[in-house]
């Protein structure tokens, strides 16, 4: 019973959170409100007995990452004045019908093939201990290809920071480059009307798999 | 009544459709790449409730690994966007045509 509550606190906090990132103009408010969900998420990884995966989620995703989002947000400056027209008509409608779609989908799909074992098996409680001897023996390999991948990105990290938006912006010439972009909007308006035609089939496709 | 993997994996489909739903929606690209941070967050508690359900933890492991590539996407990502800033000033995917886009 009191996990039901706290199921359905957090669960309510997650999806508000994440509701909040969506339609929040302050990108302030959006990364709050992804904090929430990050929080709420860890919980829901305590309920599951993934004790040290939670513990990272916090460490690393609501303290890192996050940090790192709101230090960026405040470096490029807090930018509200998000273009209102939009380049593909209809595109509100079009992303919500697409959602409840996906949603169905997912949930429909879902209740086939989701693990329906009553109850927690209680086996598989994620310790320090438990976590890193599985870590450290059968994902080995994959463990030592993330220490690649994770030095891939430090270096192109610093390679952008370094030689990426470089004075080269100054040969190409700021005149140059907007009489391109007229041309472009041009061309763009064309390609739009195709490419929301061919949403629209694809919208109606889904609906009929479904 | 009891709460069930299955709870956890249809609130995951929730979370993954409204960051689903923002990335297509918003068009600065910091909440875009934040929608994305959602998806992968929902995907990641169907993956710990999948693992609990079965009682195995390789779940815990997977969700291990999605976080660090998630670590990097973000470091990537974000000087992506500092570097683009530096350049056009402006955060906002539309005004990014420059590849024809």
């Known amino acids: 019973m009191t996990e039901v509550a706290v199921f359905a606190v957090f669960a309510v906090a997650a999806v508000a959170g994440a509701v909040t990132l969506v339609v929040a103009r302050n990108p302030v408010h959006s990364a709050v409100g992804l904090l929430v969900t990050m929080f709420s998420v ?20 609501a303290g890192a990452v996050m940090t790192l989002f709101l230090f960026v947000i405040m470096l490029i400056g807090v930018d509200t004045s998000e273009p209102r027209e939009e380049r593909i008509p209809f595109q509100r409608p079009i992303v919500l019908v697409l959602g409840a779609v996906l949603l169905a989908l997912v949930l429909v799909a879902g209740r086939a093939v989701w693990v329906i074992r009553g109850g927690h098996s209680g086996t598989a409680v994620g310790t320090i201990e438990e976590v890193s001897a599985r870590l450290f023996g059968t994902w080995m390999l994959p463990f030592l290809s993330t220490m690649l991948l994770l030095t891939i990105a430090a270096v192109g990290t610093v390679a952008l920071a370094r030689y990426a938006g470089r004075p080269r912006s100054v040969e190409f010439g700021d005149d140059d480059r907007k009489d391109g972009d007229d041309d472009r909007k041009d061309g763009d308006d064309d390609r739009n009307t195709v490419g929301e035609d061919a949403v629209g089939e694809h919208a109606v496709d889904e609906e009929a798999e479904g | ?15 993954f459709t409204i960051g689903a739903a923002g ?18 967050n929902a995907v990641n508690l169907s993956f710990v409730a999948a693992g609990n359900e079965l009682g195995v933890l390789d779940g815990q492991l997977a969700v291990l690994f999605v976080m660090v590539v998630a670590a990097a996407e973000v470091t990537v990502g974000l000087a992506i966007i500092v570097t683009v800033f530096r350049r056009r000033a402006t955060a906002s995917v539309d005004e990014l045509s420059g590849m024809g886009g």
């Open chain 1, 42 to 61: 860890a919980v829901f990884y305590v309920l599951n007995g993934a004790h040290f995966v939670a513990v990272v989620q916090v460490l690393i995703y």
């Open chain 2, 1 to 15: 009544m009891e709460v069930t993997g299955g709870w956890y994996m249809a609130l995951g489909a929730v979370l």
């Open chain 2, 23 to 40: 990335l297509l929606l918003r068009r600065n690209a910091l909440v875009m790449f934040m929608s994305i941070e959602l998806m992968l």
